[in-house]
């Protein structure tokens, strides 16, 4: 790797770029964050979206749902795999609008610091393995009124 060692932080990383497709309706890219709270060893994954342009988080607020999906592969320069027909590894639909009140506070601090973060419905190996997520392609799109919106898509690698 470039540039001096930094201490890891056993997290996982995605940056997510716009998706050519004329879907796409950003051109700001973002990041993606999963772990897992060392304080409950079988807890659920978390993933952290953060936000650079305040436009983009915007779009996420709005939304019903995001819809995050993790390819059995990382190769981007490809079309949807099989033409969208093959299964991902993962694939979550993320309500983001049945927050608790707790949850809305916490909304209310995130927005200052342009983040979402949800609590995925299972937990996701964080690693290399046949079912980890590392060098996976991730693929992000958002509910929204009568159609899914693709937000980006990048591969997840060590943070």
């Known amino acids: 790797m470039c540039g001096p060692p930094r201490p890891s932080t056993g997290n996982l990383i995605a940056i997510l770029f716009p998706s050519p497709a004329k879907s796409s309706s950003t051109s700001s890219s973002y990041s993606l964050t999963f772990s897992h709270d060392p304080r409950t060893p079988d807890g659920p994954t978390r993933a952290i979206f953060r936000f650079p342009d305040p436009k983009v988080r915007e779009i ?3 939304a019903r749902g995001v819809d995050l999906r993790i390819e059995k592969y990382g190769d981007l320069t490809a079309s949807v795999a099989g033409g969208g027909c093959e299964a991902p590894l993962y694939w979550f639909r ?66």
């Open 60 to 62: 996420f607020s709005a």
């Open 94 to 159: 993320v309500s983001l609008s049945s927050l608790s009140l707790r949850g809305r506070e916490l909304e209310q601090q995130q927005q200052q610091q342009q983040q979402i973060e949800v609590v995925l419905p299972e937990r996701l190996e964080l690693g290399v393995s046949g079912t980890g997520i590392v060098g996976r392609e991730v693929r992000v799109a958002v509910e929204g009124v009568d159609a899914l919106v693709e937000m980006g898509r990048g591969v997840v690698g060590f943070d």
